[in-house]
C-alpha cells in the first residue's frame, strides 16, 4: 500500500485530502497527506495528516481529541485528490467551529457566519 | 478584490478550491485557482480555475456546457483553501460521471464505484 498506487503525489510528496462529514454532508477541512499519514489513516482508520509547517505527519485530534473516523475513502479522476467521508468527534477547525470554512464571500468580502463555538 | 485579501495562495500563487454540488452536497472535484480565476468567478458567478497542465485561467464547461453556477463562497480557517457550493450543469467529470471521486477504497484497493455515466 502506498501512495504510488493510484495516487500521484504533487512534487513535495503531498496529496490534498478533503475531509467531510458523512452525516452532515458538510465539509469540515482541508489538509495534505503524505505516504505516513495514508499508510496510517488506512491502517488505523482515523485520519492522519501531514504538517506543512511542523514537517511532520500528526493523527488529527491527538491532543485535542476531536479525531476523525474514516468512513469512506474516495480519489479524483485523476488521482491527485483525497477525499474522506469521516465521522467528526467534537469540532473539526482549531478554532473549534464545527468546519473551517466559516468565512463567507458576501458583497466582495469574507463574512465570518454566525454558529456556534463548541 | 484580489487573493491577498485574506487568501493566502501558495508559492506558484494559486489556492485549492473545492466545489460542492449545493443541491446533493456531494463533493463533485478540486481544481486550482490564481488570482485571474478567482477574480472571474467573482465577477461572473460562474467557477473558473487555472490549468497548471496549460498554464491558463479557463472557465469550466466552457467547451462542454457543464458550467458551475456559484452559490456560496468560502474560505477556510487558515485562508488557503477556498469551498464553493455550486449549482452543476451536467456532470463535473471529464469522465462524464457527476463527480471526480468515483474510486473507493475498498479492502486496501482502488474501486470505480457504480454510477451513470451521462
Known amino acids: 500500500m502506498s501512495l504510488s498506487d493510484k495516487i500521484k503525489p504533487n512534487d513535495a ?8 462529514d458523512v452525516r452532515t454532508g458538510r465539509v469540515l477541512m482541508m489538509a495534505w497527506m503524505n505516504e505516513e499519514a495514508f499508510a496510517q489513516t488506512n491502517a488505523t482508520g482515523y485520519a492522519h495528516y501531514y504538517s506543512r509547517s511542523r ?3 500528526w493523527k488529527k485530534g491527538e491532543s485535542s481529541g476531536h479525531v476523525q473516523k474514516v468512513i469512506d475513502m474516495y480519489i479524483d479522476c485523476d488521482g491527485d485528490t483525497i477525499l474522506l ?9 482549531h478554532t473549534n467551529r464545527e468546519s473551517c470554512f466559516y468565512q463567507q464571500r458576501q458583497n ?9 463555538i463548541k
Chains 1, 2 share one sequence.
Request: glycine share 6%.
Open 108 to 116: 466582495d468580502e469574507w463574512v465570518t457566519i454566525a454558529e456556534p
Open 13 to 20: 510528496g503531498l496529496v490534498p485530502a478533503i475531509a467531510q
Open 55 to 57: 514537517k511532520t505527519q
Open 85 to 93: 467521508l469521516i465521522e467528526q468527534e467534537g469540532p473539526a477547525c
